[in-house]
C-alpha cells in the first residue's frame, strides 16, 4: 500500500519520457531487488491525481519480510511517494483485477481567495457554492447505471454501467469534499461529475437537471471537467 503527492507525476501508469508513479516505484524496486520487476497498480490515477492509499502488487524473484520491503522501497523512493504497508501477497494476486471497488474524495476550496496552502491538493471555485442542491443533484446518480454521460472521449469504447455505491457531499466551513465510491469508474468519472455537481452547486443548473444528463448519456451535455488537483484516491476495496 502506497501513498502519493501526484502535483508532479503524468499518472500512475509507465509512459516513455515521463515521470509516472509506477515507473517511479518499479525503478526503486530494481535498485532494491536487484533485477526487473513487475509493478500492478489498482487504480491508473491520471495526470496530477493523489493518493491516501493505492494497492500495488509486486512480483520479484527474492522473498523478504514485509517490513524490510518498505523500508528498502521508502529509502530508494522520492520523498512525495511513500510505502505505507508490505506483506506478502497470495501467489497470482492482482492488484487491479482483484479489486472490488474504490473510494475517491475530491476536494474544492470554496473559499474568496485561494488557499495557497491547498493549491496542489483542491480545485478553488470562489462562487458560493450550495451544498444541499448539490446533494439533491447526484442522488440519481447512485445505484447501477450507465455513466457515458460522464466518461472521457478516450474511453467511450469501454463499458459504461458502473455501480455506485455511495456519493456524498460535505462542507466545513469554506472547504466541501464530495465522496463517491464505485465498483469501477469510467476515464475522468468522478472529476465530469465533480464538475457538473458544481455547476448546480454555483446555481448554473437546477438540481434535476443532473438525472436528465444521466439519462441521455450524452458527454456534451455534462458540466466540465474539474481539475486534477483535487481528486484523491482513498481506498482500494478488496474481497474479505
Known amino acids: 500500500m502506497l501513498s502519493y503527492d501526484g502535483a508532479d507525476y503524468r499518472g500512475w501508469q509507465v509512459q516513455p519520457g515521463a515521470r509516472t508513479v509506477q515507473g517511479t516505484l518499479?525503478?526503486?524496486?530494481?535498485?532494491?531487488?536487484?533485477?526487473?520487476?513487475?509493478?500492478t497498480g489498482a487504480?491508473?490515477?491520471?495526470?496530477?491525481?493523489?493518493?491516501?492509499?493505492?494497492?500495488?502488487?509486486?512480483?520479484?524473484?527474492?522473498?523478504?519480510?514485509?517490513?524490510a520491503v518498505q523500508g528498502a522501497l521508502n529509502a530508494a523512493l522520492p520523498r512525495d511517494v511513500r510505502v505505507l504497508d508490505a506483506r506478502e501477497a497470495a501467489p497470482g494476486f492482482d492488484a487491479r483485477r482483484a479489486a472490488v471497488g474504490k473510494r475517491y474524495a475530491y476536494l474544492v476550496d470554496n473559499a474568496p481567495i485561494a488557499s495557497p496552502l491547498l493549491r496542489r491538493f483542491a480545485w478553488h471555485v470562489p462562487w458560493a457554492l450550495?451544498?444541499?442542491?448539490?446533494?439533491?443533484?447526484?442522488?440519481?446518480?447512485?445505484?447501477?447505471?450507465?455513466?457515458?454521460?460522464?466518461?472521457?472521449?478516450?474511453?467511450?469504447?469501454?463499458?459504461?454501467?458502473?455501480?455506485?455505491?455511495?456519493?456524498?457531499?460535505?462542507r466545513r466551513g469554506e472547504r466541501l469534499a464530495i465522496l463517491l465510491?464505485?465498483?469501477?469508474?469510467?476515464?475522468?468519472?468522478?472529476?465530469?461529475?465533480?464538475?457538473?455537481?458544481?455547476?448546480?452547486?454555483?446555481?448554473?443548473?437546477?438540481?434535476?437537471?443532473?438525472?436528465?444528463v444521466l439519462a441521455a448519456g450524452d458527454r456534451t451535455l455534462a458540466g466540465p471537467t474539474a481539475p486534477a488537483q483535487g481528486l484523491v484516491l482513498v481506498r482500494v476495496l478488496y474481497p474479505r
Not at 46 to 67: E, K, M, N, Y
Not at 132 to 140: S, V
Not at 145 to 162: I, Q, S, T, Y
Request: proline residues 4%; contains cysteine; positive net charge.
Open 130 to 170: 450550495d451544498a444541499a442542491a448539490m446533494r439533491a443533484a447526484l442522488a440519481p446518480l447512485r445505484g447501477r447505471h450507465r455513466f457515458g454521460a460522464f466518461c472521457a472521449a478516450a474511453g467511450r469504447e469501454k463499458d459504461p454501467v458502473c455501480v455506485v455505491r455511495a456519493l456524498h457531499v460535505l
Open 26 to 39: 518499479a525503478e526503486a524496486a530494481r535498485r532494491t531487488f536487484g533485477a526487473d520487476v513487475r509493478v
Open 181 to 212: 465510491s464505485a465498483d469501477r469508474y469510467l476515464h475522468h468519472m468522478v472529476r465530469n461529475i465533480v464538475g457538473s455537481a458544481v455547476d448546480v452547486g454555483r446555481g448554473a443548473r437546477e438540481p434535476s437537471w443532473l438525472a436528465r
Open 43 to 67: 487504480s491508473r490515477t491520471d495526470a496530477g491525481v493523489h493518493a491516501l492509499r493505492q494497492t500495488a502488487s509486486l512480483a520479484a524473484g527474492s522473498a523478504l519480510p514485509g517490513a
